[in-house]
Protein backbone atom coordinates (compact mmCIF):
# COMPACT_ATOMS: atom_id res chain seq x y z
CA UNK A 1 0.00 0.00 0.00
CA UNK A 2 1.55 3.28 -0.93
CA UNK A 3 2.24 5.92 1.85
CA UNK A 4 -0.35 8.63 0.76
CA UNK A 5 -3.04 5.76 1.12
CA UNK A 6 -1.80 4.71 4.78
CA UNK A 7 -1.41 8.41 5.70
CA UNK A 8 -5.01 9.21 4.37
CA UNK A 9 -6.70 6.34 6.35
CA UNK A 10 -5.03 7.12 9.10
CA UNK A 11 -5.88 11.16 9.40
CA UNK A 12 -9.42 9.06 8.39
CA UNK A 13 -9.43 7.70 11.62
CA UNK A 14 -8.56 10.72 13.41
CA UNK A 15 -10.97 12.38 12.30
CA UNK A 16 -13.49 9.75 12.81
CA UNK A 17 -12.28 9.75 16.10
CA UNK A 18 -12.84 13.31 16.99
CA UNK A 19 -16.71 12.90 16.27
CA UNK A 20 -17.27 11.00 19.58
CA UNK A 21 -14.28 12.17 21.98
CA UNK A 22 -12.65 15.06 23.68
CA UNK A 23 -8.69 13.95 22.91
CA UNK A 24 -6.84 12.05 20.78
CA UNK A 25 -3.60 10.97 21.10
CA UNK A 26 -0.89 9.47 18.65
CA UNK A 27 0.47 7.17 19.67
CA UNK A 28 3.88 7.26 20.74
CA UNK A 29 4.24 3.68 18.47
CA UNK A 30 2.73 5.74 15.50
CA UNK A 31 5.26 5.90 12.34
CA UNK A 32 3.30 8.69 11.00
CA UNK A 33 2.50 10.99 13.97
CA UNK A 34 4.12 14.68 12.40
CA UNK A 35 2.67 13.60 9.28
CA UNK A 36 -0.89 13.51 10.47
CA UNK A 37 -0.35 16.77 12.35
CA UNK A 38 0.99 18.35 9.53
CA UNK A 39 -2.21 17.55 7.45
CA UNK A 40 -4.29 18.55 10.03
CA UNK A 41 -2.88 21.94 10.15
CA UNK A 42 -3.10 22.62 6.86
CA UNK A 43 -6.47 21.15 6.36
CA UNK A 44 -8.49 24.42 5.68
CA UNK A 45 -11.97 22.20 6.95
CA UNK A 46 -10.68 22.72 10.34
CA UNK A 47 -9.72 25.40 13.03
CA UNK A 48 -6.50 24.36 14.41
CA UNK A 49 -4.63 26.04 17.10
CA UNK A 50 -1.17 24.62 17.34
CA UNK A 51 1.65 24.63 20.30
CA UNK A 52 4.91 22.88 20.56
CA UNK A 53 5.89 22.65 23.63
CA UNK A 54 9.44 23.53 24.76
CA UNK A 55 12.35 22.68 26.65
CA UNK A 56 11.17 24.96 28.95
CA UNK A 57 8.02 23.42 29.80
CA UNK A 58 8.76 21.97 32.98
CA UNK A 59 6.98 24.20 34.89
CA UNK A 60 3.21 24.99 34.79
CA UNK A 61 4.21 28.68 35.03
CA UNK A 62 6.58 28.71 31.91
CA UNK A 63 3.86 26.27 30.02
CA UNK A 64 1.58 28.90 30.90
CA UNK A 65 3.32 32.07 29.60
CA UNK A 66 4.33 30.35 26.57
CA UNK A 67 1.35 28.79 25.20
CA UNK A 68 -0.86 32.04 25.73
CA UNK A 69 1.87 33.76 23.71
CA UNK A 70 1.64 31.48 20.79
CA UNK A 71 -2.47 31.43 20.95
CA UNK A 72 -2.21 35.32 21.00
CA UNK A 73 -0.50 35.04 17.62
CA UNK A 74 -3.20 32.84 16.13
CA UNK A 75 -6.20 34.65 18.34
CA UNK A 76 -5.36 37.91 18.98
CA UNK A 77 -7.60 38.50 21.84
CA UNK A 78 -6.43 34.99 23.64
CA UNK A 79 -5.32 35.25 27.07
CA UNK A 80 -6.86 38.59 27.96
CA UNK A 81 -8.45 36.54 31.16
CA UNK A 82 -4.77 34.62 31.74
CA UNK A 83 -3.50 38.29 31.69
CA UNK A 84 -5.34 39.38 33.97
CA UNK A 85 -4.67 37.37 36.64
CA UNK A 86 -3.31 38.52 39.99
CA UNK A 87 0.61 38.31 39.80
CA UNK A 88 1.06 35.93 42.76
CA UNK A 89 -1.20 33.65 41.39
CA UNK A 90 0.26 34.05 37.67
CA UNK A 91 3.79 33.35 38.74
CA UNK A 92 2.31 30.46 41.15
CA UNK A 93 -0.24 28.71 39.72
CA UNK A 94 0.03 25.68 41.00
CA UNK A 95 -0.74 26.96 44.35
CA UNK A 96 -3.63 28.48 42.75
CA UNK A 97 -4.55 25.82 40.57
CA UNK A 98 -8.01 25.62 40.36
CA UNK A 99 -8.38 29.26 39.48
CA UNK A 100 -5.70 29.03 36.77
CA UNK A 101 -7.54 26.13 35.20
CA UNK A 102 -10.96 28.15 35.00
CA UNK A 103 -9.65 31.07 33.53
CA UNK A 104 -7.79 29.27 30.88
CA UNK A 105 -10.41 27.69 29.73
CA UNK A 106 -12.10 30.69 30.13
CA UNK A 107 -9.71 31.93 27.12
CA UNK A 108 -10.83 28.92 25.17
CA UNK A 109 -13.88 29.19 25.28
CA UNK A 110 -13.75 32.84 23.74
CA UNK A 111 -11.60 31.53 20.84
CA UNK A 112 -14.19 30.42 18.24
CA UNK A 113 -17.80 29.80 17.37
CA UNK A 114 -16.91 26.98 15.61
CA UNK A 115 -15.26 23.34 16.00
CA UNK A 116 -11.55 23.57 16.83
CA UNK A 117 -8.98 21.33 17.48
CA UNK A 118 -5.86 22.44 19.54
CA UNK A 119 -3.11 20.38 18.54
CA UNK A 120 -0.39 19.92 21.53
CA UNK A 121 2.66 19.07 19.76
CA UNK A 122 6.25 17.28 21.30
CA UNK A 123 4.02 16.75 24.46
CA UNK A 124 6.95 14.34 25.81
CA UNK A 125 9.44 17.80 26.85
CA UNK A 126 6.54 17.93 29.83
CA UNK A 127 7.07 14.57 31.03
CA UNK A 128 8.98 15.65 34.37
CA UNK A 129 6.07 18.14 34.56
CA UNK A 130 4.03 16.67 37.37
CA UNK A 131 2.00 20.08 37.44
CA UNK A 132 1.81 20.79 33.36
CA UNK A 133 0.73 16.78 33.41
CA UNK A 134 -1.98 17.52 35.87
CA UNK A 135 -3.21 20.45 34.03
CA UNK A 136 -3.37 19.03 30.42
CA UNK A 137 -5.40 16.05 32.41
CA UNK A 138 -7.96 18.52 34.10
CA UNK A 139 -8.44 20.44 30.93
CA UNK A 140 -8.79 17.47 28.66
CA UNK A 141 -12.16 17.48 31.12
CA UNK A 142 -13.09 20.85 30.56
CA UNK A 143 -12.35 21.59 27.08
CA UNK A 144 -15.44 23.47 25.55
CA UNK A 145 -18.45 21.70 23.46
CA UNK A 146 -17.34 22.32 20.35
CA UNK A 147 -13.02 22.10 21.37
CA UNK A 148 -10.83 19.05 20.84
CA UNK A 149 -7.31 18.53 22.04
CA UNK A 150 -5.23 16.03 20.16
CA UNK A 151 -1.47 14.99 21.95
CA UNK A 152 1.94 13.80 19.89
CA UNK A 153 4.23 12.59 22.29
CA UNK A 154 7.17 10.61 21.57
CA UNK A 155 6.78 8.98 24.90
CA UNK A 156 3.45 8.12 26.91
CA UNK A 157 2.00 10.68 28.52
CA UNK A 158 1.32 10.50 32.32
CA UNK A 159 -2.08 11.05 31.85
CA UNK A 160 -4.99 8.01 33.21
CA UNK A 161 -5.82 6.79 30.18
CA UNK A 162 -7.84 4.12 30.88
CA UNK A 163 -10.55 6.09 32.89
CA UNK A 164 -10.49 8.59 30.28
CA UNK A 165 -10.81 6.04 27.65
CA UNK A 166 -13.44 4.78 29.68
CA UNK A 167 -15.50 7.90 30.32
CA UNK A 168 -15.29 8.53 26.34
CA UNK A 169 -13.02 11.86 27.33
CA UNK A 170 -10.12 9.96 24.63
CA UNK A 171 -8.62 7.63 22.54
CA UNK A 172 -5.84 6.77 22.12
CA UNK A 173 -4.42 6.04 17.68
CA UNK A 174 -1.61 3.88 16.41
CA UNK A 175 -1.88 5.52 12.77
CA UNK A 176 -4.99 3.78 11.20
CA UNK A 177 -5.34 1.37 14.58
CA UNK A 178 -7.88 2.52 17.50
CA UNK A 179 -5.90 0.58 20.53
CA UNK A 180 -8.19 -1.07 22.27
CA UNK A 181 -5.98 -3.16 24.58
CA UNK A 182 -2.61 -3.40 26.18
CA UNK A 183 -3.33 -0.08 26.62
CA UNK A 184 0.00 0.89 28.96
CA UNK A 185 1.43 -2.42 28.34
CA UNK A 186 2.35 -4.25 31.43
CA UNK A 187 -0.86 -5.62 32.47
CA UNK A 188 -3.09 -8.08 30.81
CA UNK A 189 -6.16 -5.77 29.09
CA UNK A 190 -8.80 -8.79 29.13
CA UNK A 191 -7.67 -11.81 26.98
CA UNK A 192 -8.69 -13.85 30.46
CA UNK A 193 -12.11 -13.40 32.45
CA UNK A 194 -10.48 -13.15 35.93
CA UNK A 195 -10.90 -16.68 36.96
CA UNK A 196 -7.29 -18.12 37.16
CA UNK A 197 -6.42 -17.35 33.61
CA UNK A 198 -3.00 -15.22 35.31
CA UNK A 199 -1.72 -15.74 38.97
CA UNK A 200 -2.49 -12.48 40.21
CA UNK A 201 -5.87 -11.05 39.91
CA UNK A 202 -7.21 -7.40 40.40
CA UNK A 203 -10.58 -6.69 41.16
CA UNK A 204 -11.13 -2.56 41.76
CA UNK A 205 -14.62 -2.36 39.96
CA UNK A 206 -16.50 -3.04 43.41
CA UNK A 207 -15.06 -3.24 47.02
CA UNK A 208 -11.56 -4.02 45.23
CA UNK A 209 -9.57 -6.99 46.40
CA UNK A 210 -6.69 -8.70 45.14
CA UNK A 211 -6.09 -12.88 44.97
CA UNK A 212 -2.90 -14.75 43.94
CA UNK A 213 -3.57 -17.95 42.24
CA UNK A 214 -7.49 -17.48 43.15
CA UNK A 215 -7.00 -16.65 47.02
CA UNK A 216 -7.29 -13.33 48.12
CA UNK A 217 -4.73 -11.20 49.75
CA UNK A 218 -5.65 -10.49 53.31
CA UNK A 219 -2.22 -9.86 54.54
CA UNK A 220 -1.89 -5.89 53.84
CA UNK A 221 -1.36 -4.46 57.35
CA UNK A 222 -3.56 -1.09 56.63
CA UNK A 223 -5.31 -0.24 53.46
CA UNK A 224 -2.62 2.00 52.12
CA UNK A 225 -0.55 -0.38 50.60
CA UNK A 226 -3.50 -2.36 48.93
CA UNK A 227 -4.62 1.45 47.64
CA UNK A 228 -0.98 2.12 46.74
CA UNK A 229 -1.27 -0.83 44.32
CA UNK A 230 -4.24 0.32 42.81
CA UNK A 231 -2.89 3.99 42.13
CA UNK A 232 0.10 2.20 40.59
CA UNK A 233 -1.94 0.56 38.41
CA UNK A 234 -4.30 3.54 37.55
CA UNK A 235 -1.23 5.03 35.35
CA UNK A 236 2.14 3.25 32.91
CA UNK A 237 4.17 5.50 35.21
CA UNK A 238 3.87 7.58 38.35
CA UNK A 239 6.05 9.89 40.17
CA UNK A 240 6.88 9.91 43.83
CA UNK A 241 6.05 13.32 44.24
CA UNK A 242 2.52 12.46 42.47
CA UNK A 243 1.77 9.32 45.23
CA UNK A 244 2.24 11.80 48.10
CA UNK A 245 0.26 14.22 46.65
CA UNK A 246 -2.42 11.77 46.44
CA UNK A 247 -2.04 10.42 49.20
CA UNK A 248 -0.57 12.67 52.07
CA UNK A 249 -1.06 16.06 50.76
CA UNK A 250 -1.07 17.47 53.91
CA UNK A 251 1.87 16.07 55.43
CA UNK A 252 5.32 17.89 54.97
CA UNK A 253 7.62 16.39 51.76
CA UNK A 254 9.99 14.33 54.23
CA UNK A 255 7.38 12.94 56.09
CA UNK A 256 5.43 11.69 52.53
CA UNK A 257 8.56 10.14 51.75
CA UNK A 258 9.08 8.45 54.67
CA UNK A 259 5.27 7.31 55.00
CA UNK A 260 5.40 6.13 51.13
CA UNK A 261 8.32 4.11 51.41
CA UNK A 262 6.84 1.98 54.19
CA UNK A 263 3.70 1.90 52.19
CA UNK A 264 5.71 0.32 49.35
CA UNK A 265 8.07 -1.94 51.78
CA UNK A 266 4.42 -3.21 52.94
CA UNK A 267 2.81 -3.80 49.49
CA UNK A 268 6.28 -5.88 48.74
CA UNK A 269 5.44 -7.76 51.42
CA UNK A 270 1.95 -8.69 51.44
CA UNK A 271 2.33 -9.90 47.44
CA UNK A 272 5.85 -11.14 48.14
CA UNK A 273 7.19 -9.55 45.04
CA UNK A 274 8.62 -6.20 44.06
CA UNK A 275 5.67 -4.90 42.65
CA UNK A 276 6.79 -1.29 42.19
CA UNK A 277 9.99 -0.48 40.33
CA UNK A 278 11.75 2.50 40.07
CA UNK A 279 13.25 3.49 36.70
CA UNK A 280 14.66 7.17 35.64
CA UNK A 281 12.66 8.89 38.17
CA UNK A 282 9.53 7.04 37.54
CA UNK A 283 7.69 4.42 39.46
CA UNK A 284 5.37 1.65 37.44
CA UNK A 285 4.04 -1.64 38.00
CA UNK A 286 6.58 -4.20 37.63
CA UNK A 287 6.39 -5.50 33.84
CA UNK A 288 8.00 -8.96 34.98
CA UNK A 289 4.28 -9.77 36.79
CA UNK A 290 1.57 -11.15 35.53
CA UNK A 291 -1.62 -9.55 36.15
CA UNK A 292 -5.17 -9.71 35.49
CA UNK A 293 -6.70 -6.31 36.03
CA UNK A 294 -10.91 -6.28 35.73
CA UNK A 295 -10.56 -2.53 34.76
CA UNK A 296 -8.53 -2.77 31.43
CA UNK A 297 -10.57 -6.05 30.40
CA UNK A 298 -13.77 -3.27 31.15
CA UNK A 299 -12.39 -0.31 29.26
CA UNK A 300 -11.31 -2.84 26.36
CA UNK A 301 -14.60 -4.08 26.13
CA UNK A 302 -15.81 -0.88 25.94
CA UNK A 303 -13.84 0.16 23.27
CA UNK A 304 -14.73 -2.87 20.94
CA UNK A 305 -18.75 -2.05 21.83
CA UNK A 306 -17.47 1.40 20.16
CA UNK A 307 -15.83 0.68 16.93
CA UNK A 308 -16.51 -3.14 15.75
CA UNK A 309 -18.58 -3.60 13.08
CA UNK A 310 -19.30 -6.92 14.23
CA UNK A 311 -23.28 -6.33 15.25
CA UNK A 312 -23.09 -9.53 17.61
CA UNK A 313 -19.41 -8.43 18.83
CA UNK A 314 -20.79 -5.14 20.01
CA UNK A 315 -23.21 -6.98 21.68
CA UNK A 316 -21.17 -9.14 23.40
CA UNK A 317 -18.69 -6.52 24.30
CA UNK A 318 -20.96 -4.44 26.27
CA UNK A 319 -22.67 -7.27 27.74
CA UNK A 320 -19.00 -7.87 29.32
CA UNK A 321 -18.69 -4.19 30.04
CA UNK A 322 -22.11 -4.58 32.58
CA UNK A 323 -20.97 -7.90 33.50
CA UNK A 324 -17.84 -6.79 34.70
CA UNK A 325 -19.08 -3.78 36.98
CA UNK A 326 -19.95 -5.37 40.06
CA UNK A 327 -20.46 -1.72 41.98
CA UNK A 328 -18.47 1.60 41.99
CA UNK A 329 -14.15 2.07 41.78
CA UNK A 330 -13.30 0.94 45.21
CA UNK A 331 -16.33 1.07 46.59
CA UNK A 332 -16.49 2.20 50.16
CA UNK A 333 -13.43 4.94 50.01
CA UNK A 334 -13.52 8.48 49.23
CA UNK A 335 -10.00 9.50 48.32
CA UNK A 336 -10.44 12.76 45.74
CA UNK A 337 -8.17 10.61 43.34
CA UNK A 338 -10.50 7.52 43.51
CA UNK A 339 -14.00 9.71 42.77
CA UNK A 340 -12.80 11.15 39.78
CA UNK A 341 -11.92 7.68 38.66
CA UNK A 342 -15.28 6.04 40.33
CA UNK A 343 -17.56 8.82 38.04
CA UNK A 344 -15.24 7.69 34.89
CA UNK A 345 -16.07 4.28 35.04
CA UNK A 346 -19.43 4.86 36.06
CA UNK A 347 -19.96 6.59 32.82
CA UNK A 348 -18.91 3.64 30.87
CA UNK A 349 -21.12 1.61 32.77
CA UNK A 350 -23.91 3.75 32.06
CA UNK A 351 -23.24 3.88 28.20
CA UNK A 352 -22.86 0.12 28.30
CA UNK A 353 -26.23 -0.51 29.94
CA UNK A 354 -27.71 1.96 27.02
CA UNK A 355 -26.60 0.94 24.54
CA UNK A 356 -27.40 -2.77 25.50
CA UNK A 357 -31.07 -1.63 26.17
CA UNK A 358 -31.70 -0.54 22.98
CA UNK A 359 -30.03 -3.57 21.13
CA UNK A 360 -32.49 -5.56 23.22
CA UNK A 361 -35.14 -3.33 21.94
CA UNK A 362 -33.63 -3.52 18.20
CA UNK A 363 -33.92 -7.81 18.74
CA UNK A 364 -37.85 -6.68 20.50
CA UNK A 365 -36.67 -8.51 23.45
CA UNK A 366 -38.37 -5.81 25.66
CA UNK A 367 -37.92 -7.44 29.12
CA UNK A 368 -34.33 -7.38 28.92
CA UNK A 369 -34.37 -4.44 27.78
CA UNK A 370 -36.66 -3.01 30.50
CA UNK A 371 -34.32 -3.98 33.16
CA UNK A 372 -31.38 -2.69 31.96
CA UNK A 373 -33.08 1.09 31.60
CA UNK A 374 -34.27 0.12 35.42
CA UNK A 375 -30.90 -0.25 36.58
CA UNK A 376 -29.30 2.78 34.89
CA UNK A 377 -32.29 5.22 35.63
CA UNK A 378 -30.92 3.80 39.53
CA UNK A 379 -27.49 4.91 38.71
CA UNK A 380 -28.58 8.21 37.44
CA UNK A 381 -32.59 9.04 38.27
CA UNK A 382 -31.71 12.15 36.61
CA UNK A 383 -31.30 11.29 33.07
CA UNK A 384 -34.64 12.50 31.69
CA UNK A 385 -33.13 10.92 28.00
CA UNK A 386 -33.54 7.47 30.01
CA UNK A 387 -36.95 8.70 31.78
CA UNK A 388 -37.80 8.67 28.37
CA UNK A 389 -36.81 5.68 27.10
CA UNK A 390 -38.13 3.56 29.75
CA UNK A 391 -41.75 5.26 29.32
CA UNK A 392 -41.60 4.75 25.61
CA UNK A 393 -40.61 1.27 26.21
CA UNK A 394 -43.63 0.46 28.48
CA UNK A 395 -46.10 2.02 26.40
CA UNK A 396 -44.84 -0.19 22.97
CA UNK A 397 -45.27 -3.22 25.05
CA UNK A 398 -48.76 -2.01 25.53
CA UNK A 399 -47.97 -1.34 29.21
CA UNK A 400 -49.46 2.67 29.00
CA UNK A 401 -50.18 2.52 32.47
CA UNK A 402 -46.95 1.67 34.04
CA UNK A 403 -45.39 4.61 31.87
CA UNK A 404 -47.79 7.10 33.48
CA UNK A 405 -46.67 5.34 37.14
CA UNK A 406 -43.29 5.85 36.34
CA UNK A 407 -43.80 9.48 35.44
CA UNK A 408 -45.98 10.23 38.41
CA UNK A 409 -43.59 8.37 40.88
CA UNK A 410 -40.22 10.18 39.55
CA UNK A 411 -41.79 13.42 40.38
CA UNK A 412 -42.78 12.31 43.47
CA UNK A 413 -39.49 11.91 44.16
CA UNK A 414 -38.13 15.34 43.45
CA UNK A 415 -36.94 14.93 39.20
CA UNK A 416 -37.79 18.38 37.75
CA UNK A 417 -38.38 17.45 33.63
CA UNK A 418 -37.88 19.93 31.65
CA UNK A 419 -40.79 20.99 28.98
CA UNK A 420 -39.35 18.35 26.55
CA UNK A 421 -39.82 15.09 28.96
CA UNK A 422 -42.97 16.59 29.73
CA UNK A 423 -44.62 17.11 25.94
CA UNK A 424 -43.20 13.84 25.38
CA UNK A 425 -45.30 12.23 28.32
CA UNK A 426 -48.45 14.20 27.16
CA UNK A 427 -47.98 12.76 23.70
CA UNK A 428 -47.63 9.26 24.90
CA UNK A 429 -50.73 9.56 26.94
CA UNK A 430 -52.45 10.99 23.99
CA UNK A 431 -51.75 9.16 21.23
Known sequence: MRLHTLIDDAYQTLLNQLDNTRV????????????LIARLINDSSYRVFYYALGPDDIKLQAFLASITHDMANQHPTFGRHINMLPRDVYENPSDHFDTVLDTFVADLTEISDDNFILVLDEYDRSDTADDVQRFVEKLAGRLPGNGRMVINSRTLPRLPWVSMIAAKEAVMLEDSKVIQTDFY???????????????????ALGPGYVQVNSKPIETWEGHLPRLLFFFALDRALVTRSEICHAFWPELESDQAVNVFHVTKRRLHKALDFDVLVHDDGYYRINPAMGVYYDVMEFTSNLMVGRNSDDADERFNAFQRVVDLYRGPFLQGHSDGWIDERRESYRAGYMEALTKLAHMWIDRERYEQALVLLQKALEEDKDREDLHRDLMQLYTTIGRRSEAAAHYQKAKEEGIVFTPETHDFYEHLMND
Not at 24 to 35: E, G, I, K, N, V
Not at 185 to 203: H, K
Open 185 to 203: DVVNNGNTSGNGGTPLEVF
Open 24 to 35: ALLHPSSRYRSM
